[in-house]
């Protein structure tokens, strides 16, 4: 192994994190704000839009490719399933938004699912164990 890698995986080691045409240096304190709303179970796409990133600057944050910190554990998924696009939390917004009226294709839009995912939500036969 070489014996820079060994050094960097054992300090805590300060990277800039690069996404589309523009730099988007976060600190270690924006980082640690991050971390805290990942362990809180806010989804990855509403923290990076708070913070006007990409998900893809969280998902390396969160999995310790940049900022690099050995006492953070990576957060799982909290979807039954790992490939999951909803969050629980975005089914309890779906199911809120079905009973205020917002017409399905709508809350299919901006989710980016498909339509019949919230049909099957709204119809109980998805998420069951969500309330």
Known sequence: MNPMHHLLKNAVVEKTYHHSNRANSKTWTDVKQIRALLKDGISQEDIAEKWEC???SIQAI????CFYD???KPIE???KY???KLT?????RIREQISE???VERIAIKFKVAKNTIINIRDGN??????
């Not at 969160?62 to 490719?65: D, E, G, L, Q, T």
């Open 54 to 56: 990409s998900v893809s």
């Open 62 to 65: 969160n999995r310790n490719a």
């Open 70 to 72: 050995p006492a953070w």
């Open 77 to 79: 998924s909290k979807h």
């Open 82 to 84: 790992g490939h999951c």
């Open 88 to 92: 629980v939390r975005d089914v309890r």
């Open 101 to 103: 009226g917002v017409p």
């Open 126 to 131: 998805a998420w069951k164990d969500t309330h």
